[in-house]
DNA sequence: CAAACAGTTTAGCCTTGGCTAACAATATTG
DNA sequence: CAATATTGTTAGCCAAGGCTAAACTGTTTG
């Protein structure tokens, strides 16, 4: 550590109690958000599948397109894996349905996106920007700060 | 639409006022969450360098293959694109340095995330979930909402 | 000061999640 | 009912972000 350090001076450690954690708990975190990354498109999917299929009564592959802005044949494509994975069933040029695991998987990642909502609008967001906000933060959010959320909400609520 | 639907029954479209959002802003949403994607882990990179700096003088490969629970070809890759975008110097076998731009994003990260870790702890988050969550969340809340943490923070500690 | 160890880089592989272009099937309509 | 429009699929491309294995550099130490 002879090095010359040009950036010695800042950022300064602000807070003396705000040391890095020790590596095993660090590690942890990233770990945690890369795991959540990989599960995360797939329940996006999952969960609008159900709410088309709740509001429309049918989930096509180019309303999803649509909605996630996104090509068709990139929904076709994650149509195979949301397949393989049994998540959904689909016949060609037909309507998705969800099986057993889709609902449970859709049910969980709406009641999670919904805390995560009216959580965010409970604190004083603007409704279009809590949407946004949820929609990014709702794969990010533990049980334990979602029951958290849940309270503050109902509290919120009851005044 | 003439198709049996299997799912027609549930879930039940819950409240009504939960209706799917116009398409538009349904794209909206997810695109803002796939762009921030891309930039999150960038993002994460120079933080932890910028926080390697700051905590123990320098920042090595090593240590942030460590601390990302990560390979260190990975965070050497890493590196390389890094170093494309001009937010960090490297000597090869040498510690790393943050340039302006990387010194400017490292602030930036290093502002939010301890915005979001203050306002999970002060609504009442055990400090190991804040922590976690506080990983996965920074990178997609927005403005308006961390201005409303922020206030929100300041306000449990007066009382 | 040579050998061993620690740290870094490179090469090459894999999966994911995008894309476009071309083609196939279904639906709509003149 | 044929032509057209819409919708879905396939093939093949790309970049990102992981990995292991092997090679190389630098440091430490017997």
Avoid: C, W
């Amino acid at each position: 550590m002879t090095d010359f350090n040009p950036n010695a001076s800042l950022p300064a450690p602000s807070i003396p109690g705000d040391a890095l954690p020790p590596v095993e708990q660090h590690a942890q975190q990233y770990a945690t958000v890369r795991n959540a990354h990989e599960t995360e498109l797939i329940e996006d999917y999952v969960e609008l599948i159900g709410d088309l299929l709740a509001h429309r009564g049918e989930a096509r592959a180019a309303d999803i397109a649509n909605r996630m802005a996104v090509s068709q044949a990139t929904v076709s494509k994650m149509i195979r894996r949301l397949n393989e994975l049994e998540l959904v069933t689909s016949k060609p040029y037909r309507s998705l349905f969800l099986t057993e695991a889709g609902q449970k998987m859709a049910e969980t990642s709406r009641a999670r996106h919904d805390i995560v909502l009216h959580f965010l609008r409970a604190l004083g967001v603007r409704d279009a920007t809590a949407r946004i906000d949820a929609e990014g933060m709702e794969h990010h959010v533990s049980d334990e700060t979602l029951a958290i959320m849940q309270r503050f909400t109902e509290q919120q609520q009851k005044s």
